[in-house]
């Protein structure tokens, strides 16, 4: 194995979790996990799928699952029962959470998805061509949701989304949970319509109020200052070259890699 595929402790959390090895029906599929690494691989370097090493499968095999599963929702269902595990495991913390976005530059070859740019989350910004991605995490800085939109879209029209959208099941009976105590967000959220949407919902938004604003008493300078964990999770994302540069002209398949790089945070 390459001293940065998936080590025996991640393969055996990640296992249980993925579908079954052998199809009902048809040829036998070659084994997940160099599937995974190899996919692992594309994540880390960025380089094109042409190019993956022989000593994960042929390029075209692995790329073709990573479609399929990407298009049946398969990261999505790993990631949110890792959550499950973790909140069951007590590793959640509820009493705060963190929101910011960031603008990631497309690739040429990002263009010409049918359709056009706006339905693949890709615009025209200050950056150029580019994605943004709008991400909360919980208070302990790993992360719990994200959103694509194009790169020109505010971080504040997405915010009720990343609420929404958080959800964690439980391990037992009772209905997920999706609302943290206290949301943090930096000035770019501070308009009294999302406060109050965050209020109705029981959440005290620790966001500063601009110049032009009346100010928050409600505001804790201690709890923003921690707001920099979502930006360390934002980063040790987009250390991954697949993400760090959007290569893929769908959003979806640009998604299974932001996925991919969430999933290894909770392993």
Known sequence: LCQRDLSDKQWDILQPL???????????????????????????????????????????????????????????????????????????????????????????????????????????????????????????????????????????????????????KRSGAGRPRVRPKKLVGDKGYSYPSLRDKLRRRGITPIIPTKSNQETEDIFDPALYRERNKVERAMNRIKRYRRIATRYEKLACMYAGMIFLACILEWL
Request: proline share 5%; with cysteine.
């Open 18 to 168: 993925l579908p079954p090895q052998r199809p009902r029906t048809g040829r036998p599929a070659f084994d997940h996990r160099p599937f995974l690494n190899g996919i692992l691989w594309i994540l880390r370097t960025g380089a094109p799928w042409r190019d993956l090493p022989a000593r994960y499968g042929k390029w075209a095999s692995v790329y073709s699952r990573f479609r399929r599963w990407t298009l049946s929702g398969i990261w999505g269902s790993v990631l949110a029962e890792l959550q499950r595990i973790g909140d069951a495991n007590g590793s959640i913390d509820w009493e705060k959470h963190y929101v910011d976005g960031t603008t990631i530059r497309a690739h040429q070859c990002a263009a010409g998805a049918r359709g056009g740019q706006a339905t693949q989350a890709l615009g025209r910004s200050r950056g150029g061509f580019t994605t943004k991605i709008h991400l909360r995490a919980e208070g302990n800085g790993k992360p719990l949701v994200f959103v694509l939109s194009s790169g020109e879209r505010h971080e504040s029209r997405y915010l009720e989304w990343l609420v929404v959208l958080g959800q964690v």
